[in-house]
């Protein structure tokens, strides 16, 4: 079978193909510039150097193709521009359901986020919570704005679509840069790290990558049009989660909490810089506020209905350290 992917070269991506060649599919992907998709190239995957705010480069590259996933995101902390957000994540999103509408497309899966959700202040997380808060930041805005326009898709041209939403991805990579948690974990196993985020207290889900990318996968085989799947993996505050890796990369360091209003002073001077010289901050405050919240929920629907796998977090810290110890 054909299938197209955008977003081919980020972590999830990554994997989600490697996988789909294994199974016999081939893959035509949509990358933004060849060369640093090279490490995708290999038989029975062909490149289409292209973007996706561009509706001709979508359709060539789709074109001939039964199944479609689009993990193709602006997922970055900051941005000059804040336009970005709205015009890849959703502008982008439209281009590729009207190609599959145009395609006769079979089915889609697009990779959303747990965050448009909220957090758990009421109630843990799971694909019925009503949000209880407002937005945080303009990639949560761009995500819900978008899958209200893919539920205008399925109501209108009855187009197969299928919602995945990761919570806290981590885990190895096949090449690239590292996503946040990962980095999270980096900084301890490799860089001395000892500061708590938040108080240390507030929980998160931490889900397995290769979990994340099977989901995709369960989602397409099994996933009803229309809805939305969370894919998740062990809800852990900062406290316990940090106990696991030590344990895990067999290193014991005294942990530090960092009062809020450091923390904040600290994501202020990083905004600054990054809207005065252009220096990309690595928090802002807007995720310093999001990050003082619990974030608990739970996959039991992509559980029961996908045969979603968890690894238990202490599986996946154990390959993951052993993935970055050969950086």
Same mark, same amino acid.
């Given at each position: ?5 955008t &977003? ?20 035509? !992907? /949509?990358?933004?510039?060849? $060369? ?16 996706i705010?561009n ?20 997922a ?9 957000? %709205?015009?890849?994540?959703? =502008? ?8 599959a ?5 079979e ?20 694909? $019925?919570?009503? *949000? ?5 930041? =303009?990639?949560?805005? @761009?995500?819900?704005? !978008? ?7 399925v ?6 679509? +299928?919602? +995945?939403?990761p919570?806290?991805?981590? &885990? ?7 996503? @946040? ?26 889900v ?8 995709h996968?369960? !989602?397409?085989?099994? &996933? ?6 969370? /894919? ?7 406290? @316990?989660?940090?106990?696991v ?11 530090i *909490? ?8 600290? !994501? ?13 901050? $690595? ?9 003082? %919240? ?7 629907k992509?559980?029961q209905e ?13 390959k993951? +350290?052993?993935? /970055? *110890?050969?950086?």
């Amino acid at each position: 079978m054909k299938i197209f992917i955008t &977003g081919a070269t980020g972590s999830i991506g990554q994997h989600l193909v490697k996988m789909l060649l294994l199974r016999g599919h081939t893959i035509h !992907a /949509l990358v933004r510039s060849l $060369k640093p998709a090279q490490p995708l190239n290999t038989d029975n995957i062909v490149l289409f150097e292209g973007d996706i705010m561009n509706k001709d480069d979508v359709n060539k590259a789709m074109r001939g193709c039964q199944q479609v996933y689009h993990l193709a995101a602006f997922a970055k902390v900051w941005a000059r521009n804040t336009g970005l957000f %709205y015009s890849i994540n959703v =502008e982008g999103t439209v281009n590729v359901l009207e190609a599959a509408v145009k395609n006769n497309i079979e089915k889609v899966v697009v990779t959303s986020t747990a965050g448009i959700f909220g957090p758990s202040l009421s109630s843990i997380i799971t694909e $019925k919570k009503i *949000r209880e808060i407002d937005l945080f930041n =303009e990639y949560e805005g @761009s995500k819900m704005a !978008a899958e209200s326009l893919i539920k205008d898709f399925v109501n209108q041209y009855k187009l197969n679509i +299928v919602i +995945v939403s990761p919570s806290r991805v981590y &885990g190895p990579f096949l090449f690239g840069p590292l996503s @946040s948690t990962t980095i999270l974990i980096d900084k301890y196993v490799n860089h001395s790290w000892r500061i708590y985020p938040g108080t240390g207290k507030e929980i998160g889900n931490y889900v397995y990558i290769e979990d994340v990318a099977l989901g995709h996968i369960l !989602a397409m085989e099994k &996933g009803q049009i229309g809805h939305t799947y969370l /894919l998740g993996g062990e809800n852990h505050d900062y406290v @316990s989660f940090y106990a696991v890796l030590g344990e895990v990369a067999n290193i014991k360091r005294k942990m530090i *909490r960092v009062p809020l209003w450091m923390q904040l002073a600290i !994501a202020r001077w990083q905004l600054f810089l990054a809207n005065q010289f252009g220096i990309e901050p $690595k928090i802002t405050p807007k995720w310093v506020s999001k990050g003082r %919240y619990n974030w608990e929920l739970s996959s039991e629907k992509a559980i029961q209905e996908l045969g979603l796998p968890v690894t238990p977090l202490k599986e996946g810290l154990i390959k993951t +350290v052993a993935y /970055l *110890r050969t950086l």
